[in-house]
């Protein structure tokens, strides 16, 4: 029970190999787990689509959990795929009780210290026979990719209109109550190839095209809750070749929605403009992966965890802005009050990634004051 058992399910669910879209080992042994619970469990909630495209996933695992007093039902949700690397996963429990990937994976903390925190909270509503009123649970596939598997989740049948989502980094208090937009594109400017030496001027230059174009483009922080990143280019086949194709790809944040699509768009346009300029032509593809949230602090979503962080000691909870995406934003676009709690994990998305026990208990203590406050 307590440290031990968390410590545990933690290291046995970092021994499945669980990247975006090959869930489905560590998906039927949760499904197991949660029944063994007490939890309905219900499999049928995501589109098939999602299936036939991704035969090594499965699906958005959903959990109810009847309540036995009056009160609002309440959602808990947290990720089970992890990035890439991230299969061969070995977790080490350190001297200064962390614990810590081989270094050559990732460890998986981020999601699966969210996944431990929140069993641990129905293990222990269990064993102690504590109050609760509905709960239902949401373990997502795909997170990674711009919330790509939960975009086929049938939202219909939740009953909560309150989630708390436990996939945020920093210390346990901490919480995100707004988060961005993300829209990513690919421009393909398509010019025409001549050789560099004896007809330069028969070809038009697609690297310079986009040279033009990034030329006075800002990127990072182009305003107080906007970025832009050029993530990759590509293009040319030889260098004495007039290159005739050139692929760009990036992104656009903003925890405002319009923002985020006008600065995409404005991106795009340029583009578009200056390969016309020089009689080439740019292929536009923009996809719009998520939308911004805020859940104002005067929501009871929000009482509720500033009360529950209370009773637990945490002295000054934080509610912040993240510049990550999550689940939370599908739920928040599907009308849930939605926050994105801190549940140890630290240097995510490298092979530095570790989680600290302690956080990690307490990550499990406010799930289950959450459940049952
Ligand atoms: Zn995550």
Redesign the pocket.
């Known amino acids: 029970m307590g440290a031990n058992r968390i410590v545990e399910n933690f290291i046995e669910l970092s021994g499945f190999d669980s990247e975006s879209f090959h869930e489905q080992a560590i998906a039927r042994y949760i499904v197991d787990r949660l029944v063994s619970l007490g939890v309905e469990v219900r499999t049928d909630t995501t589109d098939a689509a999602y299936l036939k495209a991704h035969p090594d996933s499965f699906p958005n695992i959903y959990g109810f959990l009847r309540g036995n007093r009056e009160g609002t039902p309440l959602l808990f949700s947290a ?1 089970l795929d992890t990035v890439a690397p991230g299969n061969g996963k070995r977790a080490y429990v350190t001297e200064d009780g962390k614990i810590v990937s081989g270094g050559d994976t990732v460890l998986g903390a ?2 699966l210290s969210g996944v431990v925190a929140v069993l641990e909270g129905l293990e222990r509503l269990r064993e102690e026979g504590r109050k609760h009123s509905d709960i239902e649970i949401l373990f997502t596939v795909a ?2 990719p711009f919330c790509e598997g939960s975009r086929y989740f049938d939202y219909g049948i939740l009953k909560s209109r309150n989630a708390y989502v436990f ?1 945020l980094s920093g210390p346990v208090g901490r919480a995100a109550i707004s988060a961005p937009s993300i829209i990513s594109f690919e421009i393909d400017i398509a010019g025409r190839g001549a050789h560099a030496g004896f007809a330069p001027e028969q070809g038009v230059n697609a690297l310079n095209i986009a040279v033009e174009s990034l030329k006075d483009m800002k990127t990072g922080h182009v305003d107080e809750e906007t970025t832009v990143n050029f993530g990759t280019i590509a293009g040319g086949i030889a260098k004495n070749i007039v290159p005739e194709n050139v692929r760009i790809t990036g992104e656009v944040r903003s925890l405002s929605h319009q923002k985020a699509a006008d600065e995409a768009d404005r991106i795009l346009h340029r583009f578009q403009q200056n390969a016309r300029k020089a009689g080439g032509i740019a292929h536009c593809c923009r996809n719009d992966h998520i939308r911004a949230f805020k859940t104002n602090r005067e929501e009871a979503v929000v009482e509720r965890f500033l009360k529950a962080a209370e009773s637990i000691g945490i002295s000054s909870p934080k509610l912040v802005a993240t510049m990550g995406g ?1 689940d939370g934003n599908r739920l928040w676009e599907n009308g849930i009050q939605t926050m994105v709690l801190a549940c140890a994990m630290e240097n995510v998305h490298t092979t530095g990634e570790y989680t600290v026990i302690k956080e990690l208990e307490r990550a499990a203590e406010l799930a289950l004051t959450l459940m049952t406050i």
């Open positions: 990720h981020d999601d997170e990674e996939d999550s």
